[in-house]
């Protein structure tokens, strides 16, 4: 099947909540609604969230300083005027990339319908719910039908959503595997479940990429991703709140 655009806006389901109150909310994500307002400064302006996306999503100023930083980290010419984010969640960082009005088309994408309704319905809250388009699928099939030479797998991937790898960056917050990260002192990336380190890496590695990981992450891993003999340099960026690191953003040069 030919992967397109979403057309409109996905319904909402009995999955995307917004908890008004502490007493509606599931113990594990009591800690994550107690920063509502960090997370999503409009919260209070019916911001919807699936039960698993509170686990995941970026919060509102460090979306909003990754949006800033992220052409300040490329080093290429020509411009980028393309960003993909390949795991939009919730949107809080499609929305951030929209808002920072630096990029001609911010395409997001996300695997699950609830939640994508939940970006969908979050970026009208934000007002750029026309700035995005947003695709319902699975990204590392989206990069493998971008990639492929095959005439046969290219007609797979809409015409609107082809882009030119020189102009564009792609975003990576994927899942983590859980938590576990906590308890490791280094975060082994090679465990990252669904997609390790190095899956998510070759699936990108024709344009520029940031990659969202773990603040404990292992940066010897991330340093041996550039190739033997390239100069290129890797910048790994530490997100901070309230004077603690919350993850951190490793800007990957395409190549
Ligand atoms: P956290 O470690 O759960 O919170 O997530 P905190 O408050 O730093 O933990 P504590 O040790 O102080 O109790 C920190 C940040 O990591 C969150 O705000 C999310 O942005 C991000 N994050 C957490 N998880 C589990 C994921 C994930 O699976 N994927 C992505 N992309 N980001 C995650």
């Given at each position: 099947?030919?992967?397109?655009?979403?057309?409109?806006?996905?319904?909402?389901?009995?999955?995307?909540?917004?908890?008004?109150?502490?007493?509606?909310?599931?113990?594990?994500?009591?800690?994550?609604?107690?920063?509502?307002?960090?997370?999503?400064?409009?919260?209070?302006?019916?911001?919807?969230?699936?039960?698993?996306?509170?686990?995941?999503?970026?919060?509102?100023?460090?979306?909003?300083?990754?949006?800033?930083?992220?052409?300040?980290?490329?080093?290429?010419?020509?411009?980028?005027?393309?960003?993909?984010?390949?795991?939009?969640?919730?949107?809080?960082?499609?929305?951030?990339?929209?808002?920072?009005?630096?990029?001609?088309?911010?395409?997001?994408?996300?695997?699950?319908?609830?939640?994508?309704?939940?970006?969908?319905?979050?970026?009208?809250?934000?007002?750029?719910?026309?700035?995005?388009?947003?695709?319902?699928?699975?990204?590392?099939?989206?990069?493998?039908?971008?990639?492929?030479?095959?005439?046969?797998?290219?007609?797979?991937?809409?015409?609107?959503?082809?882009?030119?790898?020189?102009?564009?960056?792609?975003?990576?917050?994927?899942?983590?595997?859980?938590?576990?990260?906590?308890?490791?002192?280094?975060?082994?990336?090679?465990?990252?479940?669904?997609?390790?380190?190095?899956?998510l890496h070759e699936a990108c590695r024709p344009m520029e990429h940031a990659l969202f990981l773990p603040r404990t992450s292992d940066l010897r891993q991330i340093a041996e991703l550039v190739p033997d003999g390239d100069n290129s340099k890797v910048e790994v960026v530490q997100y901070c709140m309230e004077g603690a690191s919350k993850a951190m953003v490793a800007y990957m040069p395409a190549e």
């Amino acid at each position: 099947m030919t992967l397109q655009p979403v057309k409109g806006a996905l319904p909402l389901t009995e999955k995307c909540h917004h908890y008004d109150d502490i007493n509606e909310v599931p113990w594990d994500l009591q800690k994550y609604w107690h920063q509502r307002y960090s997370i999503f400064n409009f919260y209070d302006y019916d911001i919807r969230l699936t039960d698993d996306a509170w686990f995941g999503v970026t919060p509102e100023p460090i979306a909003t300083k990754i949006a800033k930083d992220i052409r300040s980290h490329n080093h290429s010419t020509p411009r980028k005027d393309t960003i993909i984010d390949l795991f939009a969640g919730a949107g809080g960082n499609t929305i951030a990339f929209a808002l920072s009005e630096k990029w001609d088309r911010v395409i997001g994408i996300e695997k699950d319908a609830a939640t994508l309704a939940c970006a969908q319905h979050n970026a009208a809250v934000y007002g750029v719910a026309d700035a995005i388009t947003w695709v319902h699928g699975d990204s590392l099939d989206f990069l493998a039908r971008l990639k492929s030479t095959n005439p046969k797998s290219q007609g797979k991937l809409d015409p609107s959503l082809r882009v030119d790898f020189s102009k564009t960056v792609l975003f990576a917050s994927p899942p983590w595997g859980g938590v576990s990260y906590r308890g490791q002192d280094v975060f082994d990336l090679s465990t990252m479940e669904p997609y390790n380190l190095e899956t998510l890496h070759e699936a990108c590695r024709p344009m520029e990429h940031a990659l969202f990981l773990p603040r404990t992450s292992d940066l010897r891993q991330i340093a041996e991703l550039v190739p033997d003999g390239d100069n290129s340099k890797v910048e790994v960026v530490q997100y901070c709140m309230e004077g603690a690191s919350k993850a951190m953003v490793a800007y990957m040069p395409a190549e």
